[in-house]
């Protein structure tokens, strides 16, 4: 069929403009501008470049804007050309005004090419490895997915996660989601929490419109949200779930909801919610990480990163992401289309990739008897490094805790009949102060040894992860909450060798781990800020 008797257009999804025209043959540049109706300033006014082949059914794509474009969800690379059929989906901004390829009349195989997608290929020499893997998982014939037939409710972990399907829901490939509060919806008093469960409204006025684009291109619609209220018994479930019903009823789309109570590992930034919406709630889909994104106020914005703007109450949302290695954006940067580049934006006190391991220290072990007495934060490593003493002295060294004990006076007796016996002494408790040392320092002049000093280096923060984890995994410890950490940081003061120690040892912490899993949890962000 020749070019004169087939036309090519740009066709918006949303109809808020005429179809564009493609000439055979011809460059048709577009952006922000009366043509599209686009206004966004991310926009370039030259943003894309199209030039269609009406006898071949194709069209060159090529991003000419400094912000992305997308093709079929993917981002495009700026000044690489593209290969597009007819049915493709051309996003003027990557994820925002939505445009369909037509020709007219249709190319004899398109209901073919619908059925196995999209196949066009990047140049080789530009394209990642990790787009190639995706690119590739297009090419699959999709297994067909049931919609949800009615709304359900599901509680997992004792109430620990409660589930809302609601009807229409689809798996897909792609997930879209979204924190609530702050994010989707914000209070109607305008206060930071809602006074009850009818204090809300919609949070932007482009919602609804956003949601509805990406419920079109395919995305489950995905609500991921903290509600510790619940847990602490201060907010009655039965009235969220009728909150979280009017919301959905309310934007008028289907979305399964997720819903955090406790303190585990349901609770954002760890990624319980997603890891059961991955495992057991998306009908066998392996979901497509490149192409899903997540979207939450909890960025760690600092104090007037808008002029006005109060601080972030957390980073939350934004180290979910960064956990799962998910696109991320901002409520103002999706729904509003503003730009993130100069948001002033804190970082977590601890990194747990940036973590090293270090060899052990062998001079903590001493030729001649002492007490070593050990100094550091509830969770910096005090009883892992006593145990490691314990073993690499082949037990010539004995470890005495006053969480085991339960004072200092069953401590101090305890490590009196050891050293009588022969044995050194590891006193494995915080010690902050001087009087607490001096103790230990008193009772070796006392039984006539030595007396030394092993500093733990890891900081409130990491002290933190570190006791956070072991509430994950369940280790056996006593719970530690924020006023013993902010207690020990009051009363601290740098042990010296002024204060009658040998010697004073600095010791970084150093992780062990039972198997990867573990491991893979450790190096995750684990606190909210």
């Not at 997608?117 to 787009?131: A, F, I, W």
């Not at 703007?309 to 799962?324: C, T």
Request: glycine share 6%; aromatic share 8%.
């Amino acid at each position: 069929m020749g070019s004169r008797a087939r036309s090519c257009f740009l066709r918006c999804l949303l109809d808020s403009h005429a179809p564009i025209k493609l000439p055979h043959n011809e460059e048709k540049v577009i952006g922000r501008n009366k043509l599209t109706k686009i206004k966004d300033q991310s926009c370039s006014r030259q943003q894309l470049s199209l030039k269609a082949d009406c006898e071949k059914c194709l069209v060159e794509i090529k991003q000419l804007g400094v912000n992305s474009s997308g093709l079929d969800g993917f981002a495009l690379i700026r000044n690489v050309e593209y290969k597009a059929e007819h049915g493709a989906k051309v996003e003027v901004l990557f994820n925002n005004f939505v445009h369909l390829i037509e020709f007219d009349p249709p190319p004899e195989n398109s209901d073919k090419q619908k059925k196995l997608g999209n196949k066009r290929k990047l140049d080789e020499d530009e394209e990642s490895p990790r787009k190639k893997k995706s690119l590739k998982m297009e090419t699959v014939t999709e297994v067909p997915v049931k919609a949800a037939v009615e709304n359900m409710w599901e509680d997992i972990d004792r109430g620990e996660l409660y589930v809302f399907t609601s009807k229409g829901v689809k798996a897909s490939k792609k997930i879209a989601a979204f924190d609530m509060d702050g994010t989707l919806i914000k209070t109607k008093s305008g206060k930071v929490h809602p006074v009850d469960c009818n204090d809300w409204q919609i949070a932007f006025p482009t919602v609804q419109k956003k949601l509805k684009e990406h419920a079109d291109q395919g995305y489950k619609l995905v609500i991921l949200s903290n509600q510790a209220p619940i847990g602490n018994g201060r907010v009655k479930i039965e009235d969220f779930k009728k909150k979280i019903e009017n919301i959905v009823i309310k934007l008028d789309l289907p979305f399964q909801v997720y819903i955090a109570t406790g303190k585990g590992f349901y609770r954002k930034p760890t990624p319980g919610m997603w890891k059961v919406l991955s495992e057991q709630n998306n009908d066998g889909l392996e979901i497509d990480m490149a192409q899903s994104f997540y979207c939450g106020d909890a960025a760690g914005r600092v104090a007037n990163w808008a002029p006005g703007k109060k601080k972030d109450h957390s980073m939350a949302d934004k180290l979910l992401a960064e956990n799962l290695n998910l696109r991320f954006y901002t409520p103002e940067q999706f729904f509003l289309g503003h730009s993130i580049a100069n948001v002033p934006m804190s970082k977590p006190d601890f990194n747990p990739k940036d973590l090293t391991s270090s060899t052990f220290n062998q001079d903590l072990i001493s030729k001649v008897k002492e007490i070593l007495v050990l100094v550091g934060f509830p969770g910096s490593g005090k009883s892992f490094l006593a145990k490691q003493i314990e073993k690499k002295s082949g037990y010539n060294y004995v470890a005495v805790c006053r969480d085991v004990l339960g004072s200092w006076q069953k401590c101090a007796a305890e490590a009196t009949k050891l050293l009588q016996k022969g044995k050194s002494v590891v006193v494995d408790s915080t010690n902050p102060d001087k009087e607490s040392r001096a103790r230990w320092i008193s009772l070796a002049k006392e039984t006539k040894v030595e007396c030394r000093c092993a500093k733990m280096t890891a900081s409130i923060a990491h002290a933190k992860h570190n006791n956070k984890f072991r509430e994950l995994m369940k280790i056996n410890h006593i719970p530690v909450n924020d006023i013993v950490y902010h207690t020990y940081k009051n009363k601290f003061v740098e042990p010296t060798t002024n204060e009658g120690f040998k010697q004073v040892i600095e010791v970084n912490f150093s992780p062990a781990f039972e198997d990867t899993e573990s491991e893979s949890i450790y190096k995750m962000h684990l606190l909210e800020k």
